[in-house]
């Protein structure tokens, strides 16, 4: 994605992808102008789901938002690079509490103000009556033209990431090529000039294919300190989110990978934080279950990956897709009340799941994606039976011989945006169902579906009234906030206010 010399973004399609088959890549390495790189060659072939909007599939950032007085308004006074903010309007349940993480350098990791104050944890405050959460996006540099920085929210958020600088062969050398890498200064000064934490996302699914040689050795790992220590000074960084798919597992099809990718990152990260500025925010997209272990299955300890890193974003879309046996919830919330052979991950299922591994709850931020993914569904297997033609099923088998169309900013997966959704006619403005479309609200996954039954199309995606749910599980539960994949999908911040309101944050920051 950027290449220290910066070029190349990871046009991963929206979503994450989970491989289903572990693919072993062997590296080769050669020495160029003094420096050693790596060249990956995949021996066992690796089905897996993409998200594959040529818009890249960003990895989720976090932004918290924030509202500087009890009425609601979002103006901030806080210096630039406070990853959260208070937000004054919201009372928050009693949860956990979260004062800061001590490093092995002895010092204290602040996860919150830019003032210095500990109180970051939902809930955690010397009153226990405030909380500050992460409320961010990606913003994906290739989209520009439609959607340039000027268009962001920036007052309902704490921080914005740039998606991506990506790996390369090369562990000095990062590359923005692919996401308008002119556009990054720009970027974060629009960002210090509303006080909101300015990130870049390294990796993302096209991204990541060295992740595993860049931290594989401690000559690479102290190489890719440097790396990353000096993209964030050239372009005045905040925060850094790793967006590595996967470590110890096979993403896109051609990643280096290792056994020791998850124990070598830890060292990676150890060696980085001390390198940065004491509130230096480190942030990590990651799947659905925690990262693999060397035996290649979710790690049941990664507790200490909560001392470097301020918090994780479970990237909890692309569940289901045209890679799955039938159609399927793309990010589904919960998944316990579906079919036993329906539950494969859900928002609900991996939060317990990061948690059960060691890491605590105000360090976790759940993904949410402002996009679906759509099938091409004969009329007669888009009902439920017995619903005489009325319901949509949400489990309904599609043809895989006929490749649904996506929006304008797709390539060629089937993957609609929600203003997509509007300008393709299969919802209104307001978000309600348009004219030959049937709508359904799944109360399980509490994910919407659309169906237009003039091109057989279904869309599993997200609307107001699940972004809500997700919101208002994010203040339950006791989690940091949330990460939108990505900004420029959304259609006047519908989504974006309806997660906030969820959690009780103001929505009508910035009016």
């Keep these: 994605m950027?290449?220290?010399?910066?070029?190349?973004?990871?046009?991963?399609?929206?979503?994450r992808v989970q491989a289903s088959n572990n693919s072993t890549t062997v590296a080769s390495t050669s020495t160029v102008a003094g420096t050693t790189t790596a060249t990956a060659a995949t021996t066992t072939a690796t089905t897996f789901r993409t998200r594959t909007r040529t818009r890249t599939r960003t990895t989720s950032a976090t932004t918290t938002t924030a509202t500087a007085v009890a009425t609601g308004a979002c103006k901030r006074s806080t210096p630039p690079r406070v990853l959260t903010h208070r937000d004054l309007s919201y009372r928050p349940p009693h949860h956990?509490?979260?004062n800061g993480t001590t490093h092995g350098n002895g010092t204290t990791h602040d996860h919150g103000h830019g003032d210095g104050s500990n109180s970051?944890?939902?809930?955690?405050?010397p009153e226990s009556s405030y909380v500050d959460y992460v409320a961010s996006t990606w913003y994906a540099g290739w989209h520009a033209q439609d959607f340039p920085p000027e268009s962001l929210a920036w007052d309902k958020y704490t921080s914005v990431t740039y998606a991506f600088a990506e790996t390369t062969p090369n562990v000095a050398e990062l590359s923005i090529a692919a996401s308008e890498e002119s556009l990054l200064s720009k970027f974060v000064s629009l960002a210090h000039q509303h006080n909101v934490t300015a990130a870049v996302s390294i990796g993302g699914w096209t991204g990541s294919r060295y992740y595993s040689w860049a931290v594989g050795n401690a000559a690479n790992r102290t190489t890719f300190v440097k790396t990353v220590t000096s993209l964030v000074s050239k372009y005045k960084l905040d925060a850094i989110?790793?967006?590595?798919?996967?470590?110890?597992?096979?993403g896109i099809g051609n990643n280096i990978v290792s056994p020791n990718d998850t124990s070598n990152f830890l060292e990676f990260l150890k060696l980085l934080r001390p390198a940065l500025p004491p509130k230096f925010v480190l942030t990590a997209a990651v799947s659905m279950t925690p990262f693999a272990g060397p035996n290649g299955n979710p790690s049941k300890n990664v507790s200490d990956f909560a001392k470097y890193l301020d918090y994780i974003a479970i990237m909890n879309y692309d569940v289901w897709g045209t890679w799955s046996p039938t159609t399927g919830p793309n990010a589904p919330l919960d998944d316990s009340c579906a079919p036993k052979s329906a539950q494969i991950g859900s928002g609900v299922s991996s939060v317990k799941a990061w948690t059960a591994a060691g890491i605590p709850a105000h360090q976790v931020v759940l993904g949410v994606a402002s996009y679906g993914h759509s099938f091409t569904v004969r009329q007669k297997d888009a009902y439920e039976k017995g619903a005489k033609n009325t319901t949509l099923a949400s489990y309904a088998p599609?043809?895989?011989n006929a490749q649904p169309r996506g929006d304008r900013w797709d390539d060629e997966s089937g993957n609609w945006d929600y203003f997509g959704l509007i300008e393709g006619g299969f919802l209104n403005k307001d978000g309600s169902v348009a004219p030959e479309n049937v709508y359904k609200f799944d109360n399980c996954s509490q994910t919407p579906y659309v169906y237009n039954t003039t091109s057989e199309l279904m869309v599993a995606?997200?609307?107001?009234?699940?972004?809500a749910a997700k919101g208002k599980f994010i203040k339950s539960s006791g989690i940091r906030?949330?990460?939108?994949?990505?900004?420029g999908g959304d259609y006047k911040e519908v989504l974006l206010d309806a997660i906030r309101g969820g959690i009780g944050l103001s929505t009508q920051c910035g009016k």
């Design 481 to 487: 906030g949330f990460a939108m994949w990505e900004a």
């Design 96 to 98: 956990h509490t979260g």
């Design 241 to 250: 989110d790793f967006d590595w798919e996967y470590p110890g597992t096979q």
């Design 120 to 125: 970051t944890a939902p809930g955690n405050s």
């Design 2 to 15: 950027h290449i220290l010399t910066l070029g190349l973004v990871t046009l991963f399609s929206l979503g």
């Design 461 to 467: 995606y997200d609307d107001a009234k699940s972004f």
């Design 398 to 400: 599609y043809d895989a």
